[in-house]
Nanobody, 125 residues
Framework: QAQLVESGGGLVQAGDSLRLSCAAS????????MGWFRQAPGKEREFVAA?????????RYADSVKGRFTISRDNGKDTVYLQMNLLKPDDTAIYYC?????????????????WGQGTQVTVSS
């Protein structure tokens, strides 16, 4: 059974950095688009970043994180990363990793077929 497991969340201060990891097991997602989403209390799940399959490597970011966050993948390890720099209190949320059956990026949560359990990121001011 395919699984995605996130790690790397925590409590940090504004301006700090964190790196989230998403490890796949049960199957490889090397030929699939992968994405990061987040959900703050009382808000809908929102797109953060996505990366096409390894053979293409194109990325896309939400405007709110562009220039601060970087998505990458290590297909040898079946792992996707989200490097988050210059964190702000507004970045506080549960961060979810997701995978599509398709190789094409989407910013819509409903287009993703596999989800991790999420990891909490809290940024204090």
């Amino acid at each position: 059974q395919a699984q995605l497991v996130e790690s790397g969340g925590g409590l940090v201060q504004a301006g700090d950095s964190l790196r989230l990891s998403c490890a796949a097991s049960g199957r490889t997602f090397n030929n699939n688009a992968m994405g990061w989403f987040r959900q703050a209390p009382g808000k809908e799940r929102e797109f953060v970043a996505a990366i096409w399959s390894w053979s293409i490597g194109v990325t896309r970011y939400a405007d709110s994180v562009k220039g601060r966050f970087t998505i990458s993948r290590d297909n040898g390890k079946d792992t996707v990363y989200l490097q988050m720099n210059l964190l702000k209190p507004d970045d506080t949320a549960i961060y979810y990793c997701a995978a599509r059956r398709s190789a094409v990026i989407s910013t819509r949560p409903k287009d993703y077929d596999y989800w991790g359990q999420g990891t909490q990121v809290t940024v204090s001011s």
